[in-house]
C-alpha cells in the first residue's frame, strides 16, 4: 500500500522539483538596472577583444562618445545577450575580431563607468544586430 501511495506522489513531487530549480535560476540572473536606458550614446572606436562565452557576450572597445563633451578615447566593456539569443537573432562567434572600427549604441552604466549594455553594434561592412529583446531596442540614431 505504501508503495502505491509513492507512485501516485511521484509526478506531484517532481513537478514541484521542476519548479523550484526554474525559479531558483530566474533568481540568479541580473537585470539590466545599472544601466541608463534612458540616455543611450553611441560609442565609435577599435575592438580589443570579443568574448563569446556563457552567460553573456562581451565586446571591449577602445572608443569615444559620439554624442558626449568628452572625445578621449576610453576602453568601454560592452555586455551583450547571451550566445543562444545572438545566435538566434544572426549573430556569429566570429563576426566581430580584434582591431575590428565598428559602431555601437548602448545604454551606459549609471555610475558612469565605461560600462555599457549593447542595443546596436554597426560593423566595418554596414551590417548591423541588435541584441535580442530582453535588451531593449536602440533609441537613437
Same mark, same amino acid.
Given at each position: 500500500?505504501?508503495?502505491? @501511495?509513492?507512485?501516485?506522489?511521484?509526478?506531484?513531487?517532481?513537478?514541484?522539483?521542476? *519548479?523550484? &530549480?526554474?525559479?531558483?535560476?530566474? =533568481?540568479?540572473?541580473?537585470?539590466?538596472?545599472?544601466?541608463?536606458?534612458?540616455?543611450?550614446?553611441?560609442?565609435?572606436?577599435?575592438?580589443?577583444?570579443?568574448?563569446?562565452? @556563457?552567460?553573456?557576450?562581451?565586446?571591449?572597445?577602445?572608443?569615444?562618445?559620439?554624442? *558626449?563633451? &568628452?572625445?578621449?578615447?576610453?576602453? =568601454?566593456?560592452?555586455?551583450?545577450?547571451?550566445?543562444?539569443?545572438?545566435?538566434?537573432?544572426?549573430?556569429?562567434?566570429?563576426?566581430?575580431?580584434?582591431?575590428?572600427?565598428?559602431?555601437?549604441?548602448?545604454?551606459?552604466?549609471?555610475?558612469?563607468?565605461?560600462?555599457?549594455?549593447?542595443?546596436?553594434?554597426?560593423?566595418?561592412?554596414?551590417?548591423?544586430?541588435?541584441?535580442?529583446?530582453?535588451?531593449?531596442?536602440?533609441?537613437?540614431?
Amino acid at each position: 500500500m505504501k508503495a502505491a @501511495n509513492w507512485a501516485r506522489r511521484m509526478p506531484v513531487l517532481v513537478l514541484i522539483a521542476l *519548479g523550484v &530549480s526554474a525559479a531558483s535560476a530566474a =533568481w540568479a540572473h541580473h537585470s539590466f538596472a545599472m544601466y541608463d536606458n534612458e540616455h543611450q550614446i553611441k560609442l565609435k572606436g577599435k575592438v580589443t577583444d570579443f568574448q563569446w562565452t @556563457n552567460p553573456h557576450v562581451y565586446i571591449e572597445l577602445d572608443g569615444v562618445d559620439q554624442y *558626449g563633451e &568628452s572625445k578621449d578615447v576610453k576602453s =568601454w566593456v560592452i555586455e551583450c545577450a547571451n550566445p543562444g539569443i545572438l545566435d538566434r537573432i544572426g549573430w556569429k562567434f566570429n563576426m566581430i575580431h580584434k582591431g575590428d572600427e565598428i559602431t555601437a549604441i548602448v545604454a551606459p552604466l549609471r555610475s558612469g563607468e565605461p560600462g555599457a549594455l549593447l542595443k546596436l553594434v554597426t560593423l566595418a561592412d554596414g551590417k548591423q544586430f541588435g541584441n535580442g529583446a530582453p535588451a531593449g531596442p536602440a533609441l537613437i540614431q
